[in-house]
């Protein structure tokens, strides 16, 4: 017996994970192929990347050409938009 408790006790919860798919052949076939390129010395391009002069300069130039073609995308958006609203009110006459 013991006093009453307005919160109860905390548990500890396990966590339990399953993954959802496993493929045995395909884990045996990526352990082969990493025996196999150790073996002959080769690495994955992935694996290494080298930085050559003018990588950074490219990768910057790079991001803003992305940044200005979607800051154009989103002016042709707004105005198309605008162009809506403006014939709608016109023809609804809302505002």
């Not at 992935?46 to 990588?55: A, P």
């Amino acid at each position: 017996m013991g006093l009453p408790r307005f919160f109860p006790e905390t548990t500890i919860h396990r966590f339990q994970y399953r993954p959802l798919f496993y493929d045995e052949d395909k884990e045996d076939f990526e352990r082969r192929r990493a025996q196999i390129r150790k073996e002959l010395g080769k690495e994955d391009a992935e694996d290494v990347r080298i930085l050559q002069k003018g990588t950074f300069k490219r990768m910057y130039e790079r991001k803003h050409d992305d940044l200005r073609h979607s800051n154009i995308r989103v002016m042709v958006i707004a105005i198309i938009l605008g162009l809506i609203v403006y014939f709608v009110n016109r023809y609804y006459g809302f505002i």
